[in-house]
T-cell receptor
Framework: NAGVMQNPRHLVRRRGQEARLRCSPM?????VYWYRQLPEEGLKFMVY????????ESGMPKERFSAEFPKEGPSILRIQQVVRGDSAAYFC?????????????FGDGTRLSIL | AQSVTQPDIHITVSEGASLELRCNYS??????LFWYVQSPGQGLQLLLK??????LVQGIKGFEAEFKRSQSSFNLRKPSVHWSDAAEYFC???????????FGQGTTLQVKP
């Protein structure tokens, strides 16, 4: 019974490169959330997706960041032209339904380091 | 706007002592409230949740939390702390009909032997 799987666990990029973070939700979960945890801070919501749809991207930076959750395959958080300030832990969570009372299950995160 | 405040950034308790971590929320409707725990380098594990009903909720690892609407609080408690409880604890409220979580800043718990 696999939980939420995120890969890679650690990712190192140089400034200006692209970072791709992947998230496979728990079996039976069709709702995916991405959060970012900056050093010494709590988690901040970024984006909420269902299969092939972005439902709420109110927490996404306006530029360089994008997310998708295709019909087949994992959800992808993409950061183009990374900068030092993108260094953070990125967490994916999934839930089975629309109701707010469905708790989210978290992956172990991707730690992104920008050189 | 919805928000969650955890007033204590760091707390140190002795092993075997009782623990209370504070959480205050601001939310217009009936809140869905959560406590998560994060060990270093790991993801978040759900400790307990409050949706409705009994205001005292039991969670895993011997934790409990009490929802107090009049105080807008959802404090986490444990009667006797174990060294393995050392971690960071996050209180969260579920926002609107999208289910996105709004987190507090977190409280780091240190346990003295």
């Amino acid at each position: 019974n696999a939980g939420v799987m995120q890969n890679p666990r650690h990712l190192v990029r140089r400034r200006g490169q692209e970072a791709r973070l992947r998230c496979s939700p728990m079996k039976g979960h069709s709702h995916v959330y991405w959060y970012r945890q900056l050093p010494e801070e709590g988690l901040k919501f970024m984006v909420y997706l269902q299969k092939e749809n972005i439902i709420d991207e109110s927490g996404m930076p306006k530029e360089r960041f994008s997310a998708e959750f295709p019909k087949e395959g994992p959800s992808i958080l993409r950061i183009q032209q990374v900068v030092r300030g993108d260094s953070a832990a990125y967490f994916c969570a999934s839930s089975p339904g629309l109701n707010s009372n469905q708790p989210q299950h978290f992956g172990d995160g991707t730690r992104l380091s920008i050189l | 706007a919805q928000s969650v405040t955890q007033p204590d950034i760091h707390i140190t308790v002795s092993e075997g002592a009782s623990l209370e971590l504070r959480c205050n929320y601001s939310y217009g409707a009936t809140p869905y409230l959560f406590w998560y725990v994060q060990s270093p380098g790991q993801g978040l594990q759900l400790l307990l949740k409050y949706f409705s009903g009994d205001t005292l909720v039991q969670g895993i690892k011997g934790f409990e939390a009490e929802f107090k609407r009049s105080q807008s609080s959802f404090n986490l408690r444990k009667p006797s702390v174990h060294w393995s409880d050392a971690a960071e604890y996050f209180c969260a409220v579920s926002s609107g009909n999208t289910g996105k979580l709004i987190f507090g800043q977190g409280t780091t718990l240190q346990v003295k032997p």
